[in-house]
């Protein structure tokens, strides 16, 4: 596993499709898991498309770093109260 500037590139695509989807009217709170989903796919099919097992990883740690992983878990938990 290489990190390098796809991945920034990729962090800054999954944030910046964060905030449409917040500005369209999704709820805030389901945003850290658009996150993980967008990280995933990016992280299969762009970074990493011959290993599946490196490739999810990878989307999950861009996921994770473009919502936060505090404030995800954060509002994640908020959703059950």
């Known amino acids: 596993m290489n990190i390098g500037f796809d991945n920034g590139i990729l962090?800054?695509?999954?944030?910046?499709?964060?905030?449409?989807?917040k500005k369209v009217g999704l709820n805030p709170k389901?945003?850290?898991?658009?996150?993980?989903?967008?990280?995933v796919v990016g992280g299969v099919i762009y970074l990493n498309p011959t290993d599946l097992k490196v490739g999810i990883l990878e989307g999950l740690?861009?996921?994770l770093t473009a919502g936060g992983f505090y404030s995800g878990v954060k509002n994640v938990g908020q959703l059950t109260k």
């Open 61 to 63: 740690i861009m996921g």
């Open 30 to 39: 389901v945003i850290p898991i658009l996150n993980l989903v967008f990280g």
């Open 11 to 21: 962090v800054a695509v999954i944030v910046a499709l964060g905030e449409f989807f």
